[in-house]
Nanobody, 129 residues
Framework: VQLQASGGGLAQTGGSLRLSCTVS????????IGWFRQAPGKERELVGA????????YYADSVKGRFTISRDKAKNTVYLQMNSLKPEDTAVYYC???????????????????????WGQGTLVTVSS
């Protein structure tokens, strides 16, 4: 499985950015996609995740109401729309995939960072104050 994140850049406080994660090499297993971020000197944080079907979403409290994940299965791409950006959103953002054999998944399971085992390279988001 290969994941390619893109779309990072510089934004002003209150601005918006949209990140893309293109996924290739998927097998017959379904894969949930998570967006993580890591700021300098901080631990990596799962900010949001999307189930394989796109019907179930998880958002961290820190981004709830501001960030939205969507999935275009035809393009094998997952998007992270980031609105109302804050300086504390500055970080390297990564997308990752979690393989899954079950049909259903709870939001809690979707938000379990340890499930995500395939990683793409990061894309830097910088929010100026």
């Amino acid at each position: 499985v290969q994941l390619q994140a893109s779309g990072g850049g510089l934004a002003q406080t209150g601005g918006s950015l949209r990140l893309s994660c293109t996924v290739s090499g998927l097998t017959a297993l379904s894969h949930d996609i998570g967006w993580f971020r890591q700021a300098p000197g901080k631990e990596r944080e799962l900010v949001g995740a999307c189930s394989w079907s796109g019907s179930n979403m998880y958002y961290a409290d820190s981004v709830k109401g501001r960030f939205t994940i969507s999935r275009d299965k035809a393009k094998n791409t997952v998007y992270l729309q980031m609105n109302s950006l804050k300086p504390e959103d500055t970080a390297v953002y990564y997308c990752a995939a979690a393989p899954r054999r079950t049909v259903f998944i709870t939001t809690s399971e979707l938000g379990n960072p340890s499930r995500y085992v395939y990683w793409g390279q990061g894309t830097l988001v910088t929010v100026s104050s």
